[in-house]
């Protein structure tokens, strides 16, 4: 298994335009998550999901917005880039087990820069 | 709402000596605990975890921490570091219930750098 993998790894864009950030998963997990990780700091959840066609805002989403049309995608979209949004951005899955604990996998992030 | 404090942003430690990185939560309810480890220009990969039981819990590569109820305290610690060692360690907690997506809290976390 390839586990959760992210595309790009790196990527630099001008103030206002967009893009999307890919994530897939190839565990037929559940659950999946969108971080954002700043120097210095701790990770902060943006978006998450429960299941395909479920999603929901986490600690920080103003400036972005997700879909979850599969098990396996996950894609993390800015509409209008800031350079508030320069961030190491992580993607991560879990099985999703109610009541019990739940390990998170991680991607190996993709580094944003908006100039 | 739970948080999570690291104590210490940077460990520098020679190699073989003995290391412990401290990490505080708080929670009015109980909790799952973890840490996670991110080696440069990599994702987090996890250590170790408490979930309930015997309060010393055993990761990967050597570490272990203990869960301290009455501190509120998850110390992670290792007898004796390696250069391999070198990298990021994030202490993060989850609520320990039922029902809605397990959100993670982390740390700032605490770079542990390995000296020869």
């Known amino acids: 298994n390839a586990g959760v993998t992210q595309t790009p790894k790196f990527r630099i864009l001008k103030i206002g335009q967009s893009m999307t950030l890919q994530c897939t998963q190839d565990m037929n997990h559940n659950y999946m998550y969108w971080y954002r990780q700043d120097p210095g700091m701790g990770l902060k959840l943006i978006y998450y999901s429960v299941g395909a066609g479920i999603t929901d805002k986490g600690e920080v989403p103003n400036g972005y917005n997700v879909s979850r049309s599969t098990t396996e995608d996950f894609p993390l979209r800015l509409e209008l880039a800031a350079p508030s949004q320069t961030s190491v951005y992580f993607c991560?899955?879990?099985?999703?087990?109610?009541?019990?604990?739940?390990?998170?996998?991680f991607g190996p992030g993709t580094r944003l820069t908006v100039l | 709402a739970q948080s999570v404090t690291q104590l210490d942003s940077q460990v520098p430690v020679f190699e073989e000596a003995p290391v412990e990185l401290r990490c505080n939560y708080s929670?009015?309810?109980?909790?799952?605990l973890f840490w996670y480890v991110q080696y440069p220009n990599q994702g987090l990969q996890l250590l170790l975890k408490?979930?309930?039981?015997?309060?010393l819990v055993k990761g990967i590569n050597g570490f272990e921490a203990e869960f301290n109820k009455s501190q509120t305290s998850f110390h992670l610690r290792k007898p004796s570091v390696h250069i391999s060692d070198t990298a990021e360690y994030f202490c993060?907690?989850?609520?320990?219930?039922?029902?809605?997506?397990?959100?993670?809290?982390f740390g700032s976390g605490t770079q542990l750098t390995v000296l020869p």
């Open positions: 929670s009015s309810v109980s909790v799952y």
């Open positions: 408490y979930l309930s039981g015997s309060t």
């Open positions: 991560a899955s879990s099985l999703g087990l109610a009541g019990r604990s739940d390990t998170q996998y």
């Open positions: 993060a907690v989850s609520l320990g219930s039922s029902g809605s997506a397990r959100q993670l809290t």
